[in-house]
């Protein structure tokens, strides 16, 4: 079992380039997010998804494009870098939404942009 | 929407005991959690509470009061490992979890 992964661990970009970071987990969760971490801000959630096919918006999704074809897989996407992009992306995954259930980090992805 | 706060920093002594708070302010309460996350890594589930009370697991305990919006961690005979940031998070009905901006304790000898 490994859990959640993610790939890449570590990216630099230059401004205006596109990338994609994937998310996989293999506890067959429903549920799956995207959070971005920055000093003294917190984890702030980009994009989520509550099943195979289907995301929403979180607090901070300008920039960002998500896709949850696969029910173990959760990209998420960066069509224009910037600057302000530069962070540590963490994917969670959670068995369902129900109030009790925990959420499973990955490693995380640290990106710069310059 | 939701707002919570929690220290920004806190340090102790290895052996000793700290309890690092969290105030929060949401309608539809639907849980409180706190993870662990040591520097460079994923954070990683400490504890849940939905009730009233006192939830103990092993050196870790986390208290509730919903009436008052208030939540603590307690860290029992403190060791060096125990040096991380700790975060409280909030679940209100359907919506995702909330995280606050955490609480970065260190561990001092």
């Known amino acids: 079992n490994a859990g959640v992964t993610q790939t890449p661990k570590f990216r630099v970009l230059k401004t205006g380039q596109s990338m994609t970071l994937l998310c996989a987990q293999d506890?067959?969760?429903?549920?799956m997010y995207w959070y971005r971490q920055d000093p003294g801000m917190g984890l702030r959630l980009i994009h989520y998804?509550?099943?195979?096919?289907?995301?929403a918006k979180g607090e901070v999704p300008d920039g960002y494009n998500v896709s949850r074809l696969k029910k173990q897989n959760f990209l998420l996407g960066l069509e224009s870098a910037a600057p302000s992009q530069t962070s540590v992306y963490f994917c969670?995954?959670?068995?369902?939404?129900?109030?009790?259930?925990?959420?499973?980090f990955g490693p995380g992805t640290r990106l710069t942009v310059l | 929407g939701q707002n919570i706060d929690q220290p920004t920093e806190m340090t102790a002594t290895e052996g000793a005991i700290v309890q690092i708070n969290c105030t929060y302010q949401?309608?539809?309460?639907?849980?409180l959690f706190w993870y662990q996350q040591h520097a460079g890594e994923a954070p990683t589930f400490l504890s849940y509470?939905?009730?009233?009370g006192l939830e103990e697991k092993g050196r870790f305990s986390s208290f509730l009061s919903r009436s008052k919006g208030y939540s603590y961690l307690l860290l029992k005979e403190l060791q060096m490992k125990d040096s991380a940031s700790y975060l409280c998070?909030?679940?209100?009905?359907?919506?995702?979890?909330?995280f606050g901006k955490g609480t970065r304790l260190s561990v001092i000898a």
């Open positions: 506890m067959n969760h429903e549920y």
């Open positions: 509470n939905v009730l009233d």
């Open positions: 949401t309608s539809g309460f639907n849980g």
């Open positions: 998070a909030v679940k209100s009905g359907n919506t995702p979890l909330v």
């Open positions: 969670a995954s959670e068995k369902s939404g129900t109030s009790y259930n925990e959420q499973f």
């Open positions: 998804s509550v099943g195979e096919g289907t995301t």
